[in-house]
C-alpha cells in the first residue's frame, strides 16, 4: 500500500526529480559529506513510488550509513513513500568492517558486487557517499562509476571538487551527468554529530546480542593471517618464548613459504638480535606480528556457506591453546557461519568506536 507523503521543499531539485523519476536504470549520486546526496535520494524515491513503482537503493557509504548498518553496504527495497531510507523493506548487506572506504577498496568493491540488482530492469539508485578527496577516492569513483554503469549521474558540489572525478565520465556514451545546486537548506554536520549518529546505529545493531563460540577448524578467514599458515608446534612456541627475552609472551604462530606470523601480547622488531637468532633458526625470511589484545572488539562479518551475509559481530577473546573465539553478535543462527570476515574497526557492544587496526596488524 503506498503512504503519501509530502514532497520536502527542494524547488532546485524540482525539474531534475521529476525527470529522473520518468527514467529507469541505474543513477549514481556522488558528492562530498553535507551536500544532499541523502535527501536527494530520499526525494527521488519517494517520487518513484508515488508513480506505483518499486525502487532499490544501495547505500555505500559505510561511515553514515542509512540502511542496515555502518561498516557494511547496505541494499534496500520499497514500493511505498518514505520518511527516512532506513524505513526500506528487504534489506540486504555487505561487510567492509570499517567507515572509510580509504585502505579497504577489495572487500568495499567485493560488497557493492555482491548486492548490485544483475538486471538493469530494475530501477537501483547508488548513494556512493563523501569520499571524494584525494587519488585513491577518484580511482575509487571511476572504479564504481565501471561497475555500476549507471544512466545517470548526479553530482552535488559546492564549488568544483568533483570535476577531477566528472572529467573522465563526462566523455562516456549513455550516460547523463547532471550537476544540481545544493538548496541553502542543506546544512554541515560536525564531525561529533557524525559519530554519535553512528554510535547509536551500532548500539541498535547489536541489542539482544549473545556470545557465540566457534572453532578455528569450523571456520575460515578473511582479512587475517590466521589460518593461512601451518600451526607452529608447541615446542618450537615454547622455543621462542624462551628466546624473545622478558616482557615478550607470544600466544600462537603460523608459517608459510618461509614467513612467520605470530600473535604477542606486544609488537616485536625483527630487527631485535633475539627475533634475528629465531628467525634464522626457524629459516624464516619474513616476520609480521599481530598484538593479540588489539584483536578484542573487532568488527566482524559473519557469512553463510553460500556466500550471504548473515550479520555482524564483535570479537569478544580468543583462546589460543583451545584454538576456540567468541563473538558477540545478535545473528539469530550464528552456528550457521563459515567465513569470518575480519574488519579494521574496533567498537564496544554500546557503539563507542575506540580505534582502528591497520593492515600490518591484521598482516
Sequence with gaps: MKTDLPHGDYPDWETLLSDLCLSTGRTLILGGTDTGKTTFVRELVNRITGSNRTVSVLDCDIGQSEIGSPGCIGLGFTDTSVRALSEMSSVKLGFVGSISPSGHLAPYFRAITHLLPESKEVICIVDMGGYIRGREARELSQTLFELIKPDHVVAMQRTSELEAILGPIRRRENCQVITPNIPSIITKKSMQFRRQRRSLKFAAYFQNSQVSTYNFEDVSFVGSWLGYGTPLAAHLLKFINLSIGLGIKVYYAETVDHQLFMMANRHVSQERPEMG????????????????????????????????????????????????FGVLTPIRTPSSARVVHFGTLRIQSDGTEIGSLSGYDLG
Design 277 to 324: 637468532l629465531i628467525m634464522q633458526h626457524l629459516k624464516m625470511k619474513s616476520l609480521t606480528v599481530t598484538r593479540a589484545p588489539d584483536l578484542n572488539h573487532v568488527l566482524l562479518g559473519l557469512e553463510a556457506s553460500n556466500g550471504q551475509l548473515l550479520g555482524m559481530g564483535i570479537l569478544q577473546a580468543i583462546d589460543f591453546r583451545r584454538r576456540t
